[in-house]
């Protein structure tokens, strides 16, 4: 395979890769969903490469590297419709709605709030990702704020950096670590190395956002919500498909997407015995008539359809895209000009800076695909970067995109904007703490 970077078929591939991310980052002004321009443009320069190999006899190159990429696509698309239709099913059966009304029955003041939804964001990511935890807990933040702006826009700042910091330092907690999992360039038990410095990414600008918290307290919440039935049954299941997706990966060297469609199934099984028989003693005991009982009824396929196929959809195309300027050259250029000039250290604390402006899923495919001779430390430096740089904005990450639909009354662009320099506080003093505890 030759390079393409100074061919029509590369400078074309690279003005349109650069025309539908502008799109992606206008989405909101547009109107247009992310995945629409990306699998376009995607799908679009692997034809142009295929018209310039025809026309040169090099034909058959682009399809053997394209079946190469779409099996890697594929094993994390399967493994992120798992993930998703969990935490659908989790959301349906009441899960994320108790949580929510147990915080609201505190009464707690806006100074412990703050603390509660920042540490509940953190410690959730690694489970159910930062997209999630930052969508359930701003949502809850929100319920509390009684429309306080000087409340929600820290505490809404400090969801975001939590859940990118503690989604960080597990395979699970972002698309991004998702990817370096199973590239295989950290090992499950390894992540734990980024556990301090994601810690310290999220506390250092967490309490200096402190002292700006409102120091009032909130009426409490009154409201009843109980558990689904088998709502606790299948919380035990999504953390038995996390540790057979872990145990197929480690274990069976087996692709860990296997282990999360196991789980799907015994999820599946699960949602036939709650609509046969389940449900049926929860309806006696609210007095339900036959009719009602019958209409509407679970079905676990209703929680696949709700599954977020717009960003799955981004996922495929921007990592088509992605794919198809490595195949071109152009990341073989970059990963020459940034870590063979640069060194790693410095190259991957950029990487975290265009996290921020250009979203981390991009940016650490890239530097998969790039593949760097770099050590474990290094890995765990990119990887820690991509997330804790991704908070620096508020479009750096899918977690900052989502908050801001939320509440864009008080929490916008320009509003994450302005605790900017605290959050790369926190980001530098992370990568000092990763210095100390990774082996180098």
């Given amino acids: 395979m030759h390079s393409l970077t100074v ?124 997209l999630t935890s930052a969508l359930l807990m701003s949502t809850v933040a929100l319920a509390v704020s009684n429309g306080n702006g000087k409340f929600i826009v820290p505490a809404f700042v400090n969801i975001v950096v939590a859940a990118n910091a503690g989604g960080a330092w597990s395979p699970f907690g972002d698309i991004t670590t998702l990817m370096v999992w199973t590239s295989g360039k950290v090992q499950t038990r390894e992540f734990s190395y980024l556990l301090l410095p994601s810690i310290v990414n999220w506390i250092i600008p967490a309490s200096i956002m402190y002292f700006w918290v409102p120091d009032e307290t909130p009426e409490a919440g009154n409201e009843g919500v109980e558990f689904k039935p088998g709502a606790k049954v299948i919380i035990g ?65 209703t929680e696949v359809e709700g599954v977020e196929f717009d960003t799955l959809l981004f996922f495929f195309g921007v990592l088509t895209a992605v794919g198809a300027l490595q195949y071109i050259g152009y990341l073989a250029l970059i990963s020459e000009s940034m870590y063979g000039n640069l060194g790693a250290t410095t190259s991957n604390i950029i990487v975290g800076v265009l996290s921020a402006i250009v979203d981390n899923i991009p940016v650490m495919y890239a530097v998969l695909k790039m593949s760097p001779e770099m050590g474990l430390d290094q890995w765990l430096l990119v990887t820690l970067t991509a997330g804790g740089g991704g908070s620096l904005l508020s479009v750096g990450s899918a977690a900052g995109v989502a908050v801001m639909g939320v509440e864009r009354k008080n929490y916008n662009f320009m509003s994450h904007l302005k605790w900017a320099p605290v959050i790369a506080l926190g980001y530098m003093a992370s990568i000092g703490v990763w210095y100390l505890v990774t082996p180098h």
């Fill in 7 to 130: 061919t029509w078929v590369g400078y074309l591939c690279l003005i349109w890769f650069c025309l539908a991310y502008t799109l992606v980052i206008f989405e909101e002004q547009i109107h247009m969903r992310k995945s629409k321009p990306v699998i376009l443009i995607g799908c679009f320069m692997w034809a142009l490469i295929g018209i310039y190999e025809a026309q040169h006899g090099d034909g058959g190159h682009a399809h053997d590297h394209v079946k190469e990429l779409i099996a890697e696509i594929g094993e994390l698309f399967f493994f992120l419709l798992v993930a998703m239709t969990y935490i659908n099913t989790l959301d349906e059966r009441n899960v994320f709605k108790v949580l929510r009304s147990w915080l609201l029955k505190k009464g707690l003041g806006f100074k412990k709030l703050f603390w509660a939804t920042g540490a509940i964001t953190f410690m959730l990511s690694p489970i159910a990702d930062n």
């Fill in 237 to 301: 299941l999504g953390i038995f498909t996390v540790a057979t997706a872990v145990s197929f990966h480690q274990f069976l060297h087996l692709p860990p997407f296997m282990g999360m469609m196991f789980g799907l199934g015994l999820l599946m099984m699960m949602g036939f015995y709650l609509k046969r028989w389940g449900e049926k003693k929860h309806h006696e005991k609210m007095g339900l008539t036959e009719d009602q009982r019958n209409h509407p009824r679970f079905d676990i396929f």
